[in-house]
């Protein structure tokens, strides 16, 4: 499970990650290859239409009212990537 990892609606990030860094072998050790793999949406920065700080009204865009505290929605989620398809 790899924290942290940008979303990409359609799952593009997630794709390109196995053969431009996991399937590489690095400092000696041989590449890994995952045929299964996910990376779910999150609500990291999305505006939550709430005043949760109670300093300046409902916010609809992220930034002080949003989900995580992060100015940019949909970021940091994570990617499962297995080498089964059993869960």
Do not use: C
Not at 1 to 18: I, K, S, T, W
Not at 29 to 54: C, E, I, K
């Amino acid at each position: 499970m790899l924290n942290e990892f940008d979303y990409v609606p359609g799952g593009a990030a997630v794709r390109l990650l196995q053969p431009n860094y996991l399937r590489t072998g690095h400092h000696g050790a041989p590449g890994m290859h995952f045929p299964y793999v996910h990376a779910g949406p999150v609500n990291t920065g999305v505006p939550s239409g709430v005043d949760l700080d109670g300093r300046n009204g409902v916010v609809t865009e992220p930034r002080s009212d949003a989900y995580a505290q992060d100015a940019y929605g949909y970021r940091d989620s994570f990617a499962v990537h297995r080498a089964s398809a059993r869960w």
